[in-house]
């Protein structure tokens, strides 16, 4: 009976582990749903905008140590709260300068509708950002140091065992679902919001009806870029990273995103919290190195049952 409590203490921690993750990467899949959602674009970046929202946590943080405004506490959840409306500007000007180029209505006559140009231009400003990164931070991991990281709350189960939950990951998760929350209630009810999904679904209406579709897709790209760097600032909480971290993210974002239905929001959060449950629950008989092995298993088995996502019926180009 001991091992048995034993399997079952460790698969409620492994659980309560992947909800918290879970909740983070939903957060960053929502903001690579709302870009593909709006304008179609397969964003290779992606993974960088949340590598920069971690450095611009770290440095925040940092910078507001010493002021007596915020507490020790929540100076990083503040910090990576901000790294969304500056991401949100970098991407509303990189749209604005480099991706309308190839993007929008005016490719839509272009051989593939401009994605081939798209994938390039993506893949430039990524590699770009990971090298600059690299010249400007370093190659030393780095991380946000939180007194909350090395503390947990304990959840008593039997006289014997109980359930440590992450006192970082657990703000993060709450920050993560609050954030989501928001965006989903801006997309569906907000003019603004109402507006991008009328460029997501007809652009050509919705130019008739008087709506700027370009506009539509800057913020688009603006905001989903803010959002993953909000994603990114969390993870930094309870985390190291480097300038290449982004390289790890975007596969789970990708991931994510398809396995809860291209284009639905919904299924993007519900997507990645998909992807933390499966990588936390794997750590119970995988080694670390083999849990994205874990991920992709699933991943293709619910493609192969479901190939349009477990939101596909109800997806919605938002």
Same mark, same amino acid.
């Given at each position: 009976?001991?091992?048995?409590?034993?399997?079952?203490?460790?698969?409620?921690?492994?659980?309560?582990?992947? @909800?918290?993750?879970?909740?983070?990467?939903?957060?960053?899949?929502?903001?690579?749903?709302?870009?593909?959602?709006?304008?179609?674009?397969?964003?290779?970046?992606?993974?960088?905008?949340?590598?920069?929202?971690?450095?611009?946590?770290?440095?925040?943080?940092?910078?507001?140590?010493?002021?007596?405004?915020?507490?020790?506490?929540?100076?990083?959840?503040?910090?990576?709260?901000?790294?969304?409306?500056?991401?949100?500007?970098?991407?509303?000007?990189?749209?604005?300068?480099?991706? =309308?180029?190839?993007?929008?209505?005016?490719?839509?006559?272009?051989?593939?509708?401009?994605?081939?140009?798209?994938?390039?231009?993506?893949?430039?400003?990524?590699?770009?950002?990971?090298?600059?990164?690299?010249?400007?931070?370093?190659?030393?991991?780095?991380?946000?140091?939180?007194?909350?990281?090395?503390?947990?709350?304990?959840?008593?189960?039997?006289?014997?065992? /109980?359930?440590?939950?992450?006192?970082?990951? =657990?703000? /993060?998760?709450?920050?993560?679902?609050? /954030?989501?929350?928001?965006?989903?209630?801006?997309?569906?009810?907000?003019?603004?919001?109402?507006?991008?999904?009328?460029?997501?679904?007809?652009?050509?209406?919705?130019?008739?009806?008087?709506?700027?579709?370009?506009?539509?897709?800057?913020?688009?790209?603006?905001?989903?870029?803010?959002?993953?760097?909000?994603?990114?600032?969390?993870?930094?909480?309870?985390?190291?990273?480097?300038?290449?971290?982004?390289?790890?993210?975007?596969?789970?974002?990708?991931?994510?995103?398809? @396995?809860?239905?291209?284009?639905?929001?919904?299924? /993007?959060?519900?997507?990645?919290?998909?992807?933390?449950?499966?990588?936390?629950?794997?750590?119970?008989?995988?080694?670390?190195?083999?849990?994205? =092995?874990?991920?992709?298993?699933?991943?293709?088995?619910?493609?192969?049952?479901?190939?349009?996502?477990?939101?596909?019926?109800?997806?919605?180009?938002?």
């Amino acid at each position: 009976m001991s091992g048995l409590a034993g399997l079952a203490e460790s698969f409620l921690q492994a659980l309560t582990a992947g @909800l918290l993750v879970g909740c983070i990467y939903g957060l960053m899949c929502l903001g690579l749903g709302l870009i593909f959602g709006v304008m179609r674009v397969i964003n290779f970046a992606q993974g960088d905008f949340l590598m920069l929202g971690m450095y611009f946590t770290l440095y925040l943080t940092a910078g507001l140590a010493g002021t007596a405004l915020f507490g020790t506490v929540a100076i990083p959840f503040i910090a990576a709260i901000c790294a969304g409306p500056v991401l949100f500007v970098g991407g509303y000007f990189l749209h604005r300068l480099l991706v =309308s180029r190839v993007t929008g209505i005016r490719v839509a006559g272009i051989e593939g509708e401009g994605h081939y140009a798209q994938l390039i231009l993506t893949l430039g400003v990524a590699l770009i950002l990971e090298n600059g990164g690299l010249i400007l931070f370093g190659s030393t991991p780095k991380s946000v140091r939180t007194p909350l990281s090395a503390s947990a709350w304990e959840i008593p189960l039997h006289d014997t065992s /109980a359930v440590f939950v992450n006192k970082a990951r =657990s703000i /993060a998760a709450l920050v993560s679902i609050a /954030a989501a929350a928001g965006l989903y209630w801006f997309i569906g009810h907000s003019r603004l919001g109402k507006a991008l999904r009328a460029a997501a679904d007809n652009p050509e209406a919705a130019t008739y009806m008087g709506i700027d579709v370009d506009r539509a897709h800057r913020i688009a790209f603006g905001i989903g870029t803010g959002v993953t760097a909000v994603a990114g600032g969390l993870v930094a909480t309870y985390s190291s990273f480097q300038p290449y971290v982004g390289l790890e993210f975007v596969i789970i974002m990708y991931a994510g995103v398809v @396995l809860g239905g291209m284009g639905s929001m919904l299924g /993007a959060f519900w997507g990645g919290m998909t992807i933390g449950l499966v990588q936390q629950l794997s750590s119970l008989f995988l080694s670390p190195q083999l849990q994205n =092995s874990a991920i992709f298993v699933v991943f293709l088995l619910i493609v192969l049952i479901r190939p349009q996502g477990l939101f596909g019926r109800r997806a919605e180009r938002t």
